[in-house]
């Protein structure tokens, strides 16, 4: 899979949109951006997934570039309940083998 | 449905005992994984599943075993707990479909530490 780069922390006003980014430089043509988060210690969320196209669910919306070298995960309305550590991992889905770093730690301030 | 049920919560162990940390889910799920978490890391791999009497090593299995007899459990025991296996142990499981891929479901967690 390849290595995905975000920044540590990021902080977001209650409210206010959360602009996440990731960085996959080296990710193949096959492999999937995937976004998981963790909130405080509980077992990680999937939020959303997309191999190309911009995608968007209930929860977030997910924007690649063209060129396929980075994403931006997107939550709308941030809100308390956000505060969390959000994962962008690449893979290609062929099994359950995902490779979390250490993502981003978001916290969302009144 | 449940989902993905992991038993104990949190669990205390001497250096050498052995222990299982058991697994349970109820979609239906080909896939099953064992991930640990290390403070203030990510999750490791330790184990998957993609199958009923199939599995496979990840990233770290020195010290743990794990076998996959029915398609709804799937355990993972350590040998002789030693002080580096503290840690919190996740339990995941998707469904093999190559549009949801990874979108995998995970269990609550088991709080282990080994003195």
């Known amino acids: 899979d390849a290595k995905t780069t975000q920044p540590p922390s990021m902080d977001c006003a209650e409210g206010r949109a959360a602009n996440l980014p990731c960085n996959h430089s080296t990710i193949s043509g096959n492999e999937y951006v995937y976004w998981y988060r963790q909130i405080h210690s509980q077992g990680p969320q999937y939020i959303i997934h997309?191999?190309?196209n911009n995608e968007t669910n209930e929860m977030a919306s997910l924007i690649i570039t063209e060129d396929r070298k980075s994403s931006t995960l997107i939550l709308p309305h941030a809100t308390l309940r956000d505060t969390a550590v959000y994962y962008c991992?690449?893979?290609?889905?062929?099994?359950?083998?995902?490779?979390f770093g250490t993502g981003t730690r978001l916290q969302v301030t009144l | 449905n449940a989902g993905v049920t992991q038993t104990p919560k949190f669990q205390v162990l001497k250096t050498g005992q052995s222990m299982t940390l058991q697994c349970a889910q109820d979609?239906?799920?080909?896939?099953m994984s064992w991930y640990r978490q290390d403070p203030g890391m990510g999750l490791r791999l330790i184990h998957y599943s993609v199958g009923a009497g199939i599995t496979d090593q990840g990233e770290v299995p020195n010290g743990y075993n794990v076998s996959r007899s029915t398609t709804e459990d799937f355990p993972l025991r350590l040998l002789s707990a030693a002080p580096s296996q503290t840690s919190v142990y996740f339990c995941a499981s998707n469904r093999r479909d190559r549009a949801t891929g990874d979108t995998q479901y995970f269990g609550p967690g088991t709080r282990l530490t080994v003195l």
């Open positions: 991992i690449a893979s290609s889905g062929t099994a359950s083998k995902l490779t």
């Open positions: 979609m239906n799920h080909e896939y």
């Open positions: 997309g191999l190309k």
